[in-house]
């Protein structure tokens, strides 16, 4: 059974479309990225699930469970980070997570989550006191009472260091392990590149992509990136550049450095480009397309 299944969800706010017709599977099992700029709807679709808002038209299902109108029984199958979540300053940390357990009817170990979120120390100390990655760790360990078959995370590593973000990645990789379903929302793009089965790029409340960091990578038609150094690069090298066939983007670093992002086939014709023009290729090398070239492809962000 599919863990979420959206169909044709759209929400408006007045003029603002939040999401357009957004159709989404994210299967049992599965962790799932969520990937878009600022403003792109992943906070909407998530609050969708959450049944925080209701979407203008369409439908979202949790196991099974419609969100709008089963929100209760969906809600039981999800442990959630939110995004903006605050916590209650006069509460101890442990305090928290037995009113975790309390809401959950769970029978979790206080003190075990809290070791698990790497806060075992503080347990005992007020909220207020707590640093913003503490509180977030501290919030990480309220989703993850009662095992929940899914967990929903909006930004998940926002406020962490990287020692942090690299723990989070492990807890959610031993969560999946475990066989709990995952979806996060994100936009540092390594996080996602880590830890997911698949990736959904989403832009303007569509999405523009949903698949494997793999099949994203051949979508792009090798996603070759080629860093050249050359003598010195001249007006309007980088527009012709771009005019070769295979060729996707296409960045002057400064006078002696650009890059490009092109098809596998397309390489040899910008070096015989370049030196054809004149230009003295001193170096070039080629590197794999990383998520965040991707990105910027889908999402048109980047200088093109
Ligand atoms: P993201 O989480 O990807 O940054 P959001 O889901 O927060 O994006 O926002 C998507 C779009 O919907 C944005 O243009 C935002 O301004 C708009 N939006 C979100 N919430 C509201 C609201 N309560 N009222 C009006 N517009 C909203």
Known sequence: MAAIDATDVSKRYRTEVALD?????????????????????????????????????????????????????????????????????????RQHIEYA?????????????????????????????????????????????GEPDLLLLDEPSTGLDPNGAAEMR????????????????????????????????????????????EGLRDALGGGTKLAITVDQLREGTISEIKTIDGVETAVAHDDTSLEVTCSNEAKMDIIVGLRDAGIDVVNFRTEEASLEDMFIKYTDVGQR
């Open 21 to 93: 017709q957004l159709d989404l599977t994210v299967e049992e099992g599965e962790t799932f990225g969520f990937l878009g700029p600022n403003g792109a709807g992943k906070s909407t679709f998530i609050n969708v699930l959450l049944d925080f808002v209701k979407p203008t038209e369409g439908s979202v299902g949790i196991f099974g469970y419609d969100c709008q109108k089963d929100g209760v029984a969906a809600r039981n199958r999800i442990g959630v980070l939110p995004e903006g979540y605050s916590v209650f300053d006069r509460l101890t940390g």
């Open 101 to 145: 357990i309390r809401s959950k009817n769970a029978d979790d170990a206080p003190l075990d989550i809290l070791d698990r979120v790497g806060i075992r120390e503080d347990a005992h100390r007020k909220a207020s006191e707590y640093s913003k990655g503490m509180a977030q760790r501290l919030v990480l360990g309220m989703a993850l009472v």
């Open 170 to 213: 492990q807890i959610l990789r031993e969560e999946n392990e475990r066989g709990a379903t995952i979806f996060f929302s994100s936009h540092i793009l390594e996080q996602v590149e880590a830890v997911c089965d698949r990736v959904g790029i989403l832009q303007n409340g569509k999405l523009v992509a949903v698949d494997t960091i």
